[in-house]
């Protein structure tokens, strides 16, 4: 999911801290259509990946864990057509993201974990607080150098330094642990490529970049994915690894046919490179400029907070910072225990537009099985997921 550049792979992106060279060999490969040339991709080479340092050992997850999936993004904004593959994850991580007073643009660096997602900028701590302090988030002390905020509807934590916020969602985190991601930053845990050859070696191959995303081994998957998007203000790169366990052999010839039907690297390359190095494959492949999205015209998920309260029969339902969102796009749901839907509408009606400081109240038309309420973002008749929850505890 990133930009076009020129035609070049980092020959240094296979080396640990470096960039390592892709070399192919075209006869290896099926024969080619027109739409899509082999031969030497030059990428961009990539910074160092100085976001391991946020990383805990998987062992904070738990104790038989051994990887789990990781993102990395730049957000600041960008005004030209965008592969795919890197404008669709922002969707999903503003649908996890609360707005603690700093636009989502103006983060510098974003790093998303299972244990919440640490955000770094040019902003200084004030801010924040101020933001949060129109919001249900209250003081909750604070750990080592981080000052942190809490809330229980839909339980979320704050964790913050200048510069710096670290967020956690038991909605959106699956081991939601701001103090995980501050003692990994501090050094005060085992990190993730300390602790992980694999992940080590991936890491140091794939670097940092404008997106760098990891995905753990999983079931009959047995390979760690790592893959990234560079830019070089042309045209843009993806490149794609395989990281096979030791003693796996690597499927050469599946790859290469895969890479050829362009069912590997995102739809837009127009050129591709292919490379094995040990026990890692890797793919590269150029995006010509004007190819992908045009990231302004997309329908995203407001960058947003949201609180709610429950009352019998009732639910309150706030906007409480950050973006504007059309009513139109916000739709509720109250479900059973077992998941089904047993209510569902427009939180807002006779409004245009939600704005912050907004509320509403839904009420739940005699339904008494009701577990939970969830809020979605809609667009173009798809769902985003949910932006809110809110246990009901059943109360009727």
């Not at 991936?202 to 830019?231: C, D, H, N, Q, T």
Request: glycine share 10%; with cysteine.
């Amino acid at each position: 999911m990133t930009r076009r550049e020129a035609l070049r792979l980092a020959a240094g992106s296979l080396a640990a801290g470096t960039a390592a060279g892709l070399s192919g060999c075209a006869s290896a490969l099926p024969p080619l259509g027109s739409q899509l040339d082999f031969g030497r991709v030059d990428v961009p080479d990539p910074d160092k990946p100085t976001y391991r340092q946020w990383l805990p050992a998987p062992s904070r997850i738990a104790n038989d864990r051994r990887h789990y999936n990781v993102l990395f993004r730049r957000p600041t904004a960008i005004d030209y057509i965008a592969p795919v593959r890197f404008a669709v994850p922002k969707k999903s991580l503003l649908t996890d993201l609360d707005y603690v007073g700093v636009d989502y643009a103006d983060y510098d660096r974003l790093l998303s974990t299972p244990f919440g997602v640490v955000l770094e900028g040019q902003f200084d701590a004030a801010t924040v607080t101020e933001a949060l302090a129109d919001t249900g988030y209250g003081g909750e002390g604070s750990y080592h150098e981080y000052d942190l905020f809490t809330r229980s509807d839909d339980p979320r934590t704050v964790a913050l330094r200048d510069g710096t916020v670290v967020f956690a969602s038991e909605r959106a985190h699956e081991a939601a642990d701001v103090r995980a991601l501050v003692d990994a930053g501090a050094g005060r845990t085992d990190r993730y490529h300390e602790v992980s050859d694999r992940f080590a070696r991936a890491s140091a191959a794939i670097g940092e970049s404008r997106m760098v995303e990891f995905l753990r081994p999983f079931e009959a998957r047995s390979w760690l994915k790592a893959e990234a998007f560079r830019f070089d203000g042309e045209a843009a790169y993806h490149v794609l690894t395989h990281h096979y366990p030791d003693g796996e052999a690597v499927p050469t010839d599946r790859l290469k046919r895969r890479s050829v039907q362009k069912r590997l690297l995102t739809r837009e390359v127009d050129a591709f490179h292919y490379e094995e190095r040990g026990q890692m494959a890797t793919v590269a492949g150029r995006v010509p400029p004007g190819e992908g999205l045009d990231p302004s015209a997309e329908p995203y998920p407001p960058h947003a907070t949201w609180g709610g309260a429950v009352d019998s029969g009732t639910v309150t339902l706030r906007h409480e910072a950050g973006e504007a969102v059309g009513a139109a796009n916000l739709r509720y749901e109250l479900r059973s225990p077992d998941g089904t839907t047993v209510q569902s509408g427009t939180p807002w009606s006779g409004t245009e537009t939600v704005r912050a400081g907004d509320t509403t109240t839904v009420s739940r038309d005699g339904s008494t099985d009701v577990a939970r309420f969830v809020l979605q973002f809609t667009a173009e008749g798809a769902s985003y997921g949910s932006v809110f929850t809110l246990e009901t505890e059943g109360d009727g």
